[in-house]
C-alpha cells in the first residue's frame, strides 16, 4: 500500500491541469442517472444525504465522507436514497502530463496517461477537503487570469490532501497492525527481559513514536502492559500450583523475587503470599 501511494503522489506530481467546472449540487430524494458515461474527469464528494452509484458494475453506497472520481467512458448508474436528497461538490477538469527531468522536458495527452484514481473512496479529514472545495466554488463565479491561476493550485492542493488522507489511513493501519504483533511478542515472550527498545525495533519505529502509538490504541504504556500480563500469569501460578513464590517471580520474568513482590503489591493491592492465601484452590477432599 506504501508503494502504492508513493505512486499516486509521483503520477500526480507529473500532471498539469485545468479547471473546467466546479459546483455544489443538491439532488432530490428518488433522483437518479442510469447508464451515463462522463465526457471529462471529475469528482464527487458526498457532504449530506444517501445514495448510491454503480461504477462498471460494481455498486457503492453513498454517504458524507465518500469520494468519487469518475473517468471518461466509465458506465455510471447514480441515484438518491427514496427519503434522502443527495448533496455533493463536484469538480471536472482535464489533464496532461508534463515535467522536467535531468534537464528534459517529458508531455503527453490524457489519452496517453491514465489518471491515478478512479471509484469511491472514503475519506476521514473531510473538513480540509471541503474547504478547499468550498473556495474553488467560490472562485467558480469569478474571471481572471489570477483566479484561473489561484483555481490551478487549489485543485493541486485538493488532491495533495486527498493523497495525504490516504496516507494517514495506510499509517494507521500499519501502526495497529505493528502495535498488535508487539503485543503477541510480549505474550509468547513475557518470561524473557523486553525492553522498550526491542518492541520498539519489533515494530518498526521509534521509541516515542512506539510509546505514544501503543498508548493511544492500548491505553498503557507498553512497559505497563507488559508488567499487567506477567503479574497476571503470576496471580495463575499462586493460585494453581505449588511452587514457591521464588519460582513464580523468574517463571514470569522476574530475576529479582523482592522486586517481584514489590510490583505485585503495586498492581494487586496485597502481597504474592497474602494473594496466595486468600485465593489458593482447596483441592477436593477425597472420601475414605
Avoid at 457503492?60 to 455510471?76: A, N
Wanted: with cysteine; glycine share 6%.
Amino acid at each position: 500500500m506504501c508503494k502504492k501511494l508513493c505512486g499516486l503522489t509521483s503520477t500526480l506530481n507529473k500532471l498539469t491541469f485545468s479547471l473546467l467546472l466546479t459546483g455544489y449540487k443538491t439532488c432530490p430524494p428518488g433522483w437518479s442517472r442510469q447508464g451515463t458515461k462522463p465526457q471529462h474527469h471529475s469528482l464527487w464528494f458526498i457532504t449530506k444525504g444517501k445514495g448510491e452509484v454503480v461504477l462498471n458494475g460494481k455498486r457503492t453506497k453513498l454517504g458524507p465522507g465518500k469520494l468519487i472520481f469518475f473517468t471518461p467512458e466509465m458506465i455510471c448508474d447514480k441515484k438518491a436514497s427514496r427519503n434522502h436528497a443527495l448533496e455533493f461538490y463536484f469538480v471536472r477538469f482535464s489533464y496532461a502530463l508534463a515535467f522536467e527531468e535531468k534537464g528534459m522536458w517529458h508531455f503527453k495527452q490524457a489519452k496517453d496517461v491514465t489518471f491515478p484514481l478512479s471509484g469511491v473512496y472514503t475519506m476521514t479529514n473531510s473538513s480540509a477537503i471541503i474547504l478547499l472545495l468550498d473556495q474553488l466554488n467560490s472562485l467558480s463565479k469569478r474571471r481572471g487570469a489570477a483566479v484561473t491561476f489561484q483555481k490551478k493550485l487549489l485543485l493541486q492542493e485538493l488532491l495533495l490532501t486527498i493523497a495525504q488522507d490516504f496516507r494517514s489511513q495506510t499509517i494507521s493501519g500499519d501502526s495497529k497492525k505493528a502495535i498488535e504483533g508487539t503485543i503477541e511478542y510480549m505474550v509468547d515472550h513475557y518470561k524473557n527481559p523486553i525492553t522498550l527498545s526491542d518492541l520498539a525495533n519489533i515494530a518498526g519505529l521509534s521509541t516515542s513514536h512506539y510509546s505514544r502509538l501503543f498508548k493511544k490504541y492500548i491505553g498503557l504504556s507498553p512497559i505497563d502492559y507488559l508488567t499487567h500480563l506477567r503479574i497476571d500469569r503470576a496471580k495463575e501460578l499462586l493460585v494453581l500450583s505449588d511452587i514457591r513464590i521464588k519460582e513464580v517471580s523468574q517463571t514470569v520474568g522476574y530475576a529479582d523475587e523482592l522486586y517481584f513482590s514489590r510490583t505485585f503489591k503495586r498492581i494487586v493491592g496485597v502481597s504474592p503470599s497474602q494473594f496466595c492465601d486468600d485465593h489458593k484452590l482447596i483441592p477436593d477432599t477425597v472420601p475414605k
